[in-house]
């Protein structure tokens, strides 16, 4: 692990000391299964280091490729993207997820009930030791962080069934366990056997990612009663992973409008006592569906800015279908930009030598500067090498009037 | 006028007089030249109004194509630019214009210092006169806005070369008059005829937009003394313009990273007492390159919400070439998205009206409706055709375990 430690620091021109005293302190977490000791790229999330960009990957019901989930893996991992989850949710999912473990240089997730599912006919039919046993055994292959829906309890569907909702559940492991509870009636497994999967997730050294299975799908529900119901749930189930040295980070929305990002962030880090924060976009608004890589950027920025440590990108294919390998690179590319605006703007030196290099460049017409220091160098090249200009150093959209060229 | 006010109140679900009373009070503008009576998508900017979103086209020294400039038009304008402004910079800039005017349903806007370029062979010989005749001929063509860049005054240009710069001059007309001061040893003749300009705009009724010349052009030059030492000269020629009672908006940057941005549109605000603030982007890093529509979306969604009121898009074409009509729908899009993150954030009820239809037809599963009420449509509805389902009302991310299907 010292090891470990150690090049993490590197990369984030951090010290060792600083890393594990944040570590100690519960505000950062390092994915990384006891069982993966030679990955590529470790990587520590949380205060005081760059604000990291996951990439979901893995096939559906309607569709599973496993060449194809490879190669989004190849180009999650190419683009920057510093952990993927596999999201799989077929038969197959032991299948692409060893492969995904196999091939990834980077630390992976998974949401163990998606692959629970598969035990049964029907999700209302699985009992307790089919999710405990699925943790287990994505344990036992390698799995570095694990989203876990510990927080729907009965006490906060509840709350959901009274209060009522515009955009209804979207999380699916949220919606599938709160179907499950209503069938069975009984309080969440995931909650009630809490106390075995920290011990798993200690056996294996597993994060635990805990979800928010009522997170707002809407502008409309930004910020209810149940997503913060839930969200003082977490705050009670970090305090447990604390106490038995399990690390832990926290779900966050979702669709939030830009006046209400710097609110949820600042909620998480009080109630879940500055544990590491990792957010799905957030989408700013509704209405971007076939952009909301661009929508989810919008927030992202923003939250990260604010103090989320983690983003969790989001694709052009969200709300319309399964992504497709280009779906992948552009959503880790706009993540990836979301999450260097926030170092920026939180002052990062890397970050803010990575812009002056790049700015340098510009502005004495390095094209290759410019093409070395670019988020996404290939499309720089590309565009060099299909708009030829008239006067060497400048190019077609001011030719020889470049403000630059002098 | 008062039936375009009528117009305009309408589509932004305000009173006339509201409308009238922002104008009264120069913290809005309406863009439109006395010649162009049948506009079709009239347009108003400012305080309490929906955000407004400009695409840049045009053809350059290298490239000149007007039927690609005219396709562009049409794609700006069909993805719901406001405004579009014709950047031509080559000898058919007339050509060009005279098209865009006839076809545009939105007003147009120029930046005259680039067709004046055409009338001499260096643009260091250009004499005062050659800026104002070409401002007059494009009043007399139905311009209705136009980038004029008084503040780049010697005052503010021996602050720039004192204070030296990373990324220097940026703006394409701030360096040309830059360029021309110091070879002819004079003050701006856009500073020192401004109140010819006045009588021509107000002849034409055409809207100033005062250009930042001196605007960053990297982060690291975010709000450095040039930029501020521009915007004050902004101040003083925006008080000029209200006394001979000349629409005025003001131009801002450019390259802002999200900790200076909302200090930026303070800053105008105060400085120019409530003028319509028209910003570029921002992009809030500067390594973007092929992404800049996403960087821009960031800076200008966070612009907007704290009180910007106009986006220039920025293509993916932004830093590398002359934009294709497809980075003009990319652009558009992006720019709209982020303007509309903007408005739900700040409370407009149409925008937020806007989110709510869209998140129950999401609810619900009804993809006509989703199609209906997104941003962009087609893409809705070409991904739902290319992805056929399993199951008739999900997609392919989750198929049969969609949450929203019960």
Known sequence: ???????????????TSFLEEKIRQNRVVVPLNGARKNIERPV???????????????GSPDITDIVKELKKLRAAVEYGADTVMDLSIGDNWKEVLSAVLEN??????TVPVYAAICRTGSPEELVADDFLDV??????????????HSGV?????????KKGRTGGIVSRGGKLLYRWMKKNCKENPLYERFDDILDIAREFNITLSLGDGLRPGCIEDASDDPQFAELYELGELTARCRDRKVGVMIEGPGHVPLDKIEENVRKEKEICKGAPFYVLGPLATDVGAGHDHITGAIGGALAAWKGADFLCYLTPAEHLHLPEVEDVYRGVVATKIAAHCADVARGNPRALEADLVMSKARRSLDWSGMEKHAMD???VKDAREKYPVKKEKTCTMCGEYCALAD
Chains 1, 2 share one sequence.
């Open 1 to 15: 692990m010292r090891s470990v430690l150690e090049k993490i620091a590197r990369a984030e021109g951090v010290d």
């Open 44 to 58: 520590a999330i949380g205060e005081g280091l760059t604000v990291k960009v996951n990439a979901n990957i893995g």
């Open 104 to 109: 990834s240089a980077v630390p992976v997730g």
């Open 135 to 148: 943790i287990r055994k994505q344990g036992e292959m390698g799995v570095d962080f694990m989203t876990i």
């Open 153 to 161: 309890t009965r006490k906060v569907i509840d709350i959901y069934d």
């Open 377 to 379: 160098p290939k499309l």
